[in-house]
């Protein structure tokens, strides 16, 4: 960057109590001067899933929609299971976006509905000045990431101290709506192109 002039580097640190640490190693790319990286937990509520017993699991619509993992997944918005719990554990509000955080890791979705999640899903709920499609669209493109910070044998994972971590590129809330709205366009237009394709 230049000031005065003169090339100047700047670096990015991070404060955790009253600890400063440089966290240069861990930004991947360079963003406009008005952008700033956040970590997950610093800008959303993240709630991990936990199972319930299986015997509290129903097809009785009258409790909570129950999912474990990714099966119901669409492009965007989570399907129904038909399954329902009658022992809620952890709950994904409205409009939350849906982090598998099991094989396969890093696959996303939005629910507009209350569901209660299993160990296979996280909730994460954008707070303040975030939107939840821009938040979404970023997790996508960091899902290389996430893979690779996944650990286990049987079956692979990614803890909750790698979700919080994770830091996202954030810029004003009106250029995430110019965003988002570009990339929705797209992504409209492509399943056009592959409809008149068929």
């Known amino acids: 960057m230049n000031y005065r002039g003169k090339s100047v580097q700047f670096s990015y640190y991070e404060k955790i109590g009253n600890e400063v640490h ?4 861990d930004i991947p790319f360079k963003i406009p001067h008005n952008w700033i990286w956040c970590r997950m937990s610093s800008i ?3 709630i991990m899933g ?14 909570t929609e129950f999912h474990q993992g990714k099966i119901h997944f669409s492009d965007m918005l989570i399907k ?8 809620l ?5 409205p409009n939350s976006i849906l982090l598998c955080v099991r094989a396969p890791v890093g696959e996303v979705n939005l629910t507009d509905r209350k569901i209660c999640i299993g160990r296979g899903l996280a909730s994460i709920s954008p707070l303040g000045a975030v939107s939840k499609y821009f938040m979404l ?7 290389e990431t996430l893979i690779k910070k996944a650990t286990g044998t049987t079956f692979v994972a990614v803890t909750t101290d790698v979700v919080k971590g994770l830091l996202l590129p954030i810029p004003p809330l009106a250029e995430q709506y110019r965003i988002t709205n ?16 068929r």
């Open 89 to 93: 554990t952890k709950i994904a509000k």
């Open 50 to 63: 936990t199972s319930p017993k299986g015997t509290s699991i129903c097809e009785n619509p009258q409790y």
């Open 22 to 25: 440089c966290i240069d190693e």
């Open 182 to 197: 570009k990339i929705q366009s797209l992504v409209e237009n492509l399943i056009y192109i592959e409809k008149s394709l």
């Open 44 to 46: 959303s509520d993240i």
């Open 137 to 143: 669209y970023w997790i996508k493109a960091f899902r």
């Open 80 to 87: 129904n299971s038909g399954q329902y719990t009658r022992a």
